[in-house]
């Protein structure tokens, strides 16, 4: 039996509609497929970023980075760091004229306080001389950095050659050459009061100057010796000569002491001096420990001079950034210590970039960086050695010293 015309086309007219209902149904599950298939996707980018391991050799070469840093950041003006001195001696002569002025006791703290900030920003500017940073002429660089570091009781060749083995070395267990990890082997040969007294605030804080006599832990030597394996025999005669500038303070300090009596030299000079060891000591452990992501170091092959310098911190310090001249942009330091201070701001802006998830953003300071206060004393109680053993170690914590040390409190 035949359907009406009518009815066929009727018929024939709901075939599309039924497709079109069929394939609308379908699109919401693939669609559905498709949102899946994204959000696993990313999931598991997100798990490879939280799974991100520092230890691991970055994607990036070090000409990469330093392709990033802007042409003018490499130029030094001699006269722009010549200024920086100028001001950071006239601050450290108002001060000493302001404190002896007032001679109370009320004043004293502030000046303590103050005049070793000070005596720590002139240390910085003899630091960047070091670096053959501060000017392009060696015989300027040495002469100024004499002169700023031995204020301060640093021998300055001394220092400068073991700080450019550190530079050359960083990151690496064995080689570097300040604040480098113990061992664990070394650790357990400490007697218990050598331990408490190196992770227990104040005593790390004073340690610079017992570092510039007998080096640390597990090295021979002295900054101030000739003979000290930290030279080779053609730097011999440098070491003379900053040991005898050394010297020479060290005799004015104690004619200082006879003409206006040990407690003003005390007073006007002693104590900034231990507030400058503070602060340096401060800094260089922060930059190398305390971080909340475990920090790599390294031995035999896996080490190279850019995974050592990635494993340094920037700091940021507040008002004091200015004060010792952004000594807290670290990386880039590290990296490249041929950049004057006052181009390193911008030079890490230009190559954070590059460096990716191998930059970590410093903690953002207040006025005074008081937060690092608590940063020193969480690393002192879990950063005490790494293994003997394996190329990429991160440290470990020894929890009986933490029992021992809160039973003494």
């Given amino acids: 039996m035949r359907m009406p015309p009518q009815t066929q086309t009727q018929t024939t007219t709901h075939q599309p509609a039924v497709a079109k209902t069929t394939a609308t149904m379908r699109r919401p599950v693939a669609d559905q497929q498709q949102q899946v298939a994204e959000t696993a996707a990313k999931a598991t980018e997100d798990s490879q970023f939280l799974r991100f391991d520092a230890g691991k050799p970055p994607p990036f070469r070090i000409g990469d980075v330093r392709a990033a840093v802007p042409a003018h950041c490499w130029r030094k003006c001699p006269w722009r760091s010549l200024s920086y001195v100028v001001r950071d001696v006239a601050v450290v002569a108002g001060l000493a004229v302001?404190?002896?002025?007032?001679d109370s006791?009320?004043?004293?703290?502030?000046?303590?306080?103050?005049?070793?900030?000070?005596f720590w920003a002139l240390f910085v500017l003899g630091h960047d001389c070091g670096h053959g940073s501060f000017s392009d002429n060696a015989m300027l660089n040495s002469v100024v950095g004499?002169?700023?570091?031995?204020?301060?009781?640093?021998?300055?060749?001394?220092?400068?050659?073991?700080?450019?083995?550190?530079?050359?070395?960083?990151?690496?267990?064995?080689?570097?050459?300040?604040w480098h990890p113990i061992t664990e082997k070394l650790y357990k040969q400490?007697?218990?009061?050598?331990?408490?007294?190196?992770?227990?605030?104040?005593?790390p804080l004073l340690a610079f100057p017992v570092?510039?006599?007998?080096?640390?832990?597990?090295?021979?030597?002295?900054?101030?010796?000739?003979?000290?394996?930290?030279?080779?025999?053609?730097?011999r005669g440098d070491i003379m000569v900053s040991t005898t500038c050394w010297c020479i303070m060290l005799a004015s300090l104690l004619a200082m002491a006879c003409i206006f009596g040990p407690l003003q030299v005390l007073k006007m000079y002693g104590v900034p001096y231990l507030v400058f060891v503070m602060w340096l000591d401060l800094v260089t452990y922060l930059h190398h420990h305390g971080h909340h992501d475990a920090l790599p170091w390294y031995r035999g092959e896996e080490w190279s001079y850019l995974r050592g310098g990635l494993t340094t911190v920037d700091r940021d310090y507040g008002w004091i950034n200015n004060?010792?001249?952004?000594?807290?942009?670290?990386?880039?330091?590290?990296?490249?210590?041929?950049?004057?201070?006052?181009?390193?701001?911008?030079?890490?802006k230009a190559a954070r970039p590059v460096l990716g998830r191998y930059y970590r953003e410093p903690e953002k300071s207040g006025p005074l960086p008081l937060h690092l206060l608590g940063v020193l004393l969480r690393s002192l109680r879990v950063d005490h050695f790494v293994s003997d053993h394996g190329d990429v170690v991160y440290y470990q914590t020894d929890h009986t010293l933490n029992t021992a040390t809160d039973k003494l409190k």
Avoid: C
């Avoid at 302001?98 to 007032?102: D, G, R, S, W, Y």
């Avoid at 006791?105 to 000070?118: D, E, K, N, R, S």
């Avoid at 007998?214 to 030279?231: D, I, W």
């Fill in 98 to 102: 302001a404190a002896a002025a007032a």
């Fill in 105 to 118: 006791w009320a004043v004293w703290p502030l000046y303590w306080a103050a005049q070793g900030t000070m």
């Fill in 146 to 178: 004499h002169l700023l570091h031995s204020f301060i009781l640093v021998p300055y060749h001394g220092w400068r050659i073991s700080h450019r083995t550190h530079h050359q070395n960083h990151g690496h267990i064995e080689r570097d050459e300040s």
């Fill in 190 to 203: 400490l007697e218990t009061r050598t331990k408490k007294l190196r992770f227990t605030v104040p005593f």
């Fill in 211 to 235: 570092y510039l006599l007998y080096r640390s832990p597990g090295k021979e030597g002295s900054h101030f010796l000739p003979s000290s394996p930290l030279f080779s025999p053609k730097e």
């Fill in 323 to 348: 004060i010792h001249h952004d000594i807290g942009t670290h990386v880039i330091h590290h990296l490249f210590p041929q950049i004057p201070h006052y181009h390193l701001v911008e030079a890490t």
